[in-house]
């Protein structure tokens, strides 16, 4: 037992909610024990912060033509994972911001507003669920009805049910319940949709994901028997609890409200569309008189699309994903017709996860007027659509960092993003120029982060680092910098995050055979947002030239395929949820490191500390949280185990992440919460059957986990920038699983 893992429990002694989790063992095997005495102050391992005047992140630029940027509103406000914003129809003076955990927040449109609750539901918030969606009836004013869609446990079900506002207009009443509809869900905790609008027919529109688990294993999204996998169209005020419209599809057919038609040869009559994986955020044009919907449909591995639906169309799921088509069909896709495609795609070297938007009918912004705007949650990345003799080109607007989880439309046309992640709104408005001018320069040399001389060596204001839990790089070494402005600090947040100046620069070169193959630079820009640039170095590793959009070479002998990672995969793993700069934390720091300069091994963190580099004094390393190694034989096995998934899959897999299945791999986390230890998996089993699980404890043979890190397919994992699998990770991992007797 370590003194630096007994200091990660006595900080974690400090709550008491998680006081037992230090004493004697934890729910995963790791061992527990009381912190010893502190150690003497430890010596630093540099004697001076150096002076940095050249490694700084410059500002961006940008060419000419029509530009967004985003500007923080409501700034004295923040939300608990927001999924939504919205006004009501003809009210310009309030806004409601719907929070996944069951809360509506209302707020007045103002420069520094406050907030109060409209409504708070009791809902089931596992996973992908929670409270999605909520839509004013067209005649609230007179009527004072509004709808919240949300799943229940049950165990999980998703409900849309309608509730009177107060009087006040200040509050919804949550005894005013009545259930417009209910749909049983599969014991996935994914893929539910969950958005609810009025269109312009003053009908109800409700968009189902085909219920969950990889390659729509129940086959909903090709069956019209069943509700899922479907934009369901309902009217709410000509029947109770629903009427069905005349002109829905199958109209004429009993009504499916329990999901799923008792008749096998009748199709649902509340479905208006289907062939849909996971409508996430759909909108229609406000400039319609007619129903103009437009739609995100999340993709599996490969494709994300926009799509516009049609009454009666069939996008496609699963028998496509896109344009193309999809491994695993259903039965039925053999004999289908008439698949209508996408009018957008896009592959995964941009995004991950689309997020629909809005038809822009403002009037602040000229030049988008007609396009539709969409992201992508997991690049942060906007596009317009603009329509283009028939069809519609695709244009990149801004990269950002956010997790962009929704957008909202004012009554005044203009548009918004909702962050997830950090919990702020923030507004679309005109840029200052046209399209983002790469910021850097075309060879590494001029960057002023390497030596002019010798590129290969770092200039003087550079501070190495090495973290306890290094990445899997495809059999590279690595060494790391960073760099801070003079004058500038880094902030540790509670949970020891780094949280470093607007002008950082993080730089790391990558050897293969011992030969410099990449040097990537993460920045922080003036503008406070994150972006990453890679540089290819020359055969004779004199210089190395600027890689845009990415690619893959072959480097070493014998030859490997090397992934250049374009700026958006940088993003990718880089998230705000993980604090963008991911290694650079106290726990893994919280180690020694032999500095060059000196030639002393001293603690990173005392010696961060001892510079200056901080904005508070952190004091002992050993009151600080710590990991270890993962490949340390010395150290537990388990506690290896989780420092090896901690640095390789919560970037994505923590709270707030951008990855599909809502596991929660960080080391802080207890085994029994992550959300993997005995849980079915949520996108496919990789053929291992029914018993598997993401971590089936006591049989890795059974865990999706090690399957997906064993192979580099499109169900591999990391899902990016590796093309060789790390048999030491995936052998450690697989040895602690057959250790594991449970999950408690």
Known sequence: ???????????????????????????????????????????????????????????????????????????????????????????????????????????????????????????????????????????????????????????????????????????????????????????????????????????????????????????????????????????VDGGTPYAIPSDNPFASGAVCDNRVHTNAANACPEIFAWGLRNPWRWSFDSASVTPDLWLGDVGQGTLEEIDRLERGGNYGWDCREGTSAFGSPAPSCSTVTGLIPPVHEYGRSLGTSVTGGYVYRGSAIPGLVGSYLFSDYGSGRIWRLAPDGGGFAAEELLDTSLAIVSFGQGNDGELYVVDISGGGLHKIVPGSGGAPVTPVPAQLSATGCVSPQNPSQPASGLVPYEPAAPFWSDNATKERWLAIPNGTSIAVGADGDFSFPNGTVLMKHFRVNGALVETRLLMRHPDGEWAGYTYEWNAQRTDAALVEGGKTVGVGSPAQAWIFPSGNDCLTCHTSAAGFSLSLEAAQLNHA?????????????????????????????????????????????????????????????????????????????????????????????????????????????????????????????????SSIVDDAGVALVRQWIDGLAGCQ
């Open 1 to 235: 037992m370590s003194s630096n893992r007994a200091g990660r429990c006595s900080i974690i002694a400090a709550s008491t909610l998680l006081l037992g989790a230090c004493h004697s063992s934890s729910d995963d095997g790791r061992t527990q024990n009381p912190p010893p005495p502190p150690p003497p102050p430890p010596t630093a391992g540099l004697d001076a912060r150096p002076s940095n005047t050249t490694c700084v992140a410059p500002s961006k630029s940008s060419a000419g033509g029509t530009t967004i940027q985003l500007q923080r509103v409501f700034q004295t406000l923040s939300f608990d994972q927001p999924v939504a914003m919205l006004q009501a129809p003809g009210d310009d003076s309030r806004w409601f911001v719907v929070q996944k955990g069951g809360a509506v927040r209302v707020f007045s449109n103002s420069a520094n507003p406050t907030a109060s609750t409209f409504i708070a539901l009791g809902v089931n918030s596992n996973e992908e669920g929670g409270l999605l969606g909520m839509a004013f009836h067209p005649d609230w004013v007179t009527n004072r009805q509004v709808f919240f869609s949300f799943t229940e446990f049950d165990p999980m079900v998703s409900v849309v049910a309608r509730y009177a506002i107060s009087p006040s207009g200040l509050t919804a009443e949550p005894a005013t319940r009545t259930n417009i509809i209910r749909v049983p869900q599969p014991e996935e905790e994914n893929h539910k949709g969950g958005q609810i609008a009025f269109g312009p027919d003053r009908l109800l529109y409700f968009g189902l994901g085909d219920g969950g688990g990889g390659g729509d294993p129940y086959n909903t999204a090709q069956d019209t028997t069943d509700l899922l996998g479907s934009m369901l169209r309902l009217d």
């Open 593 to 721: 490191f032999t500095y060059a300069a000196t030639g002393r091994s001293a603690n990173q963190l005392a010696t961060l500390d001892a510079i200056t580099a901080f904005a508070t004094p952190l004091g002992d390393p050993a009151l600080q949280p710590s990991m270890p190694n993962p490949f340390d034989a010395s150290a537990p096995l388990a506690d290896r185990a989780r420092a090896y998934l901690h640095t390789n899959c919560a970037q994505c897999h923590r709270p707030g992440g951008v990855a599909q299945v809502a596991m929660d791999l960080r080391y802080s986390t207890l085994l029994s919460s992550s959300n993997a230890c005995g849980a079915p998996p949520q996108a496919g089993d990789l053929g291992l059957g029914a018993g598997a699980r993401i971590i089936a404890p006591g049989s890795a043979a059974s865990s999706v986990l090690v399957a997906r890190m064993s192979t580099r397919d499109a169900h591999g994992m990391p899902p990016l920038a």
